[in-house]
């Protein structure tokens, strides 16, 4: 199940099977002059990201997989086939009855297999130019971000790493950026119009305290860079070998990141824990990498008590226990605290109606019937 | 309940009651430098836009109600009240539990109440210019769309009007705009980007045999031009006095509009009925109004077989019998074909799920329980 089943590039649409990565889509899709921006970072399946919701980097422009996926094909619990829009339909909009693609987009396999997914897909920019800038504090790239996002500048990704993250992917990539809050920008269009989103972009940074823009131009060039954001992960555990982390995953509302931004680093700071923060920061979505040893339980145990503060910090400022991971095993008692029991009960009976025996990956996202 | 109830400019978001309407929201927003772009012409409620999955002009660009409701207030049938994405939640993404918000967005009151609805704000921006250019065909116009949109050029609006809704609204508005298949673009952004997104477009329908472009730049020439294909259903009737209009709304992938609309052109020909065409192409979502004299039953009769026509042609298209307005009582029909029978079942066992006695706005999207 590894096919590309239906394509059409002039109505920028394609479906695909479980075994299609998103990498093995854009190559496939690059000779069209065609690419799907959802961006994870990891080359995952791409009826993965539809279960579990995916987002990324480029979520601020193109959206999350709750906006590109227009339909599905779901194998339910008693063996039946239906698509969730309706077999083949494929059109852009649909207001048909209930949204039940969106009900099953970030369902985490728990309403039925997802067999197929038909996704949005888009026109391959003239032109994308990357820029890193640094700021004297966090406080001072979040305000950037909301400047850009107040001028209505189309920008591609806006994606914050702290100091920690900066020192460790410089160390790590053999790169000489500055030790301090950094933005990386990128943005899409005509060759003019990204000339002038960068120019406006670099105006609200150089009002905010910026440093002098590094601009990457080059695909090459670019793709070092973000290869170099993406791999922070990796970065993190070859920096500290033996060691594994725990990646938190919590969204707020944009100008509630400086103050969690700074609560949390303190709290990190304190533990004795080894912890970069990174964020997709037009979107208020915000990770950490907390360090432990495995054979150090009192480390585990510091860094699944910071995780937890964490996420109850983002439920407190009005935002939600994971922006683009899922619910999983680890983050039930969030999702009751985020929910409230009325909104955790209507989950479950719509989990009833369409597994009744509890079939579908059992045990998670709700601990029971 | 006609209050804006939690207001915050920099994050992007504002929560309303249901009487609040679109132009009401958008006339407190201005002093902010902030905008609801989602636009179905109609000064709507925002909580009945959120029922209903409204969308309209600018969808092309910002998407419709489903990709703009952070969260909802919802009444339950048996009284209870509950929040889609958790109380007071408002973070830009989320993927904790399934996605109430969205079953919510478009089930047109049969789920529930909506008493509050929590939207994405946007930043007004630099500069918007319209214009309009006319094709020799249908064909040629669309061609324009899909390359506009190969192109990645973040057009806001791009609108097509036939001949026969060119010809009402230049008599109707003292205009004289050329009688043929007619593109209504707009542009936003930085002013060197506008400007580069508009020659860009122009290249393209000039290269596809477009007449030269009429530019509108400032705000009330391009308000009028708005206003003039917005109040085209008003148009419609008074060029036809005593007369009434069926409103088709059909949904195909982009590369099937011209000829779903040259066969549908030809079967209102052939009826002798009027029906202006139009459509927000970028999208793929399209327009008729069928003109009938109230007074002659044999001309409703005409206009319902046009319609009935149509929504089976656009669903044999892989497309959708409503892009937009929703299923009602009127197109119970087609949804079931459009779903088939378990796709049916499935919104019904939802349905019965949240609202077992049948109380919340019965008789709407299916026929019995």
Avoid at 213 to 240: C, G, M, P
Avoid at 349 to 361: A, F, G, Q, V
Wanted: net charge negative; aromatic share 8%.
């Amino acid at each position: 199940m590894d096919q590309i089943v239906d394509f059409n590039p002039e109505d920028f649409d394609v479906t695909v099977q479980p075994g299609v990565t998103r990498k093995g889509l854009n190559h496939f899709l690059k000779d069209h002059g065609l690419w799907f921006p959802v961006d994870p970072g990891a080359d995952a399946s791409l009826c993965g990201m539809t279960a579990t919701s995916a987002s990324g980097t480029n979520a601020v422009r193109y959206g999350t997989m709750r906006e590109n996926v227009l339909n599905t094909e779901i194998v339910l619990a008693d063996g039946r086939i239906f698509c969730t829009a309706g077999n083949g339909r494929r059109s852009k909009k649909s207001s048909a009855g209930f949204n039940l693609t969106n009900l099953f987009v970030g369902s985490e396999g728990s309403l039925g297999f997802i067999t197929k997914t038909t996704l949005k897909i888009y026109g391959i920019p003239e032109m994308m130019v990357s820029a890193v800038c640094a700021f004297p504090t966090v406080k001072a790239a979040v305000d950037v971000c909301v400047q850009v996002l107040q001028s209505n500048i189309p920008i591609a990704r806006i994606e914050l790493m702290d100091d920690v993250a900066m020192e460790m992917c410089n160390n790590h990539n053999k790169l000489d950026y500055e030790v301090a809050p950094t933005l990386f920008l990128e943005f899409h269009g005509t060759e003019e119009s990204v000339k002038s989103q960068a120019k406006f972009a670099a105006e609200i940074a150089d009002y905010n305290g910026g440093s002098q823009f590094r601009w990457a131009y080059e695909t090459e060039e670019r793709n070092r860079l973000w290869k170099a954001r993406h791999d922070i992960y990796w970065t993190v555990l070859q920096s500290n070998p033996g060691c594994r982390a725990i990646v938190t995953d919590v969204c707020v509302p944009i100008t509630c990141l400086p103050d969690l931004i700074a609560q949390t680093k303190s709290d990190i700071q304190q533990s004795g824990i080894i912890g970069p923060c990174l964020g997709h920061v037009g979107d208020g979505n915000f990770h950490t990498f907390l360090v432990f040893n495995p054979n150090k339980p009192e480390e585990f145990k510091k860094a699944e008590n910071l995780a937890s503060r964490m996420a109850n910090r983002a439920l407190d400022l009005n935002g939600t226990c994971t922006g683009e991971h899922g619910i999983g095993i680890g983050k039930m008692a969030y999702l009751e605290k985020e929910m409230g029991p009325l909104g955790i009960e209507i989950m479950k009976s719509i989990k009833r109606t369409l597994d009744p025996h509890w079939l579908m990956n059992p045990g998670k996202i709700f601990s029971s019937a």
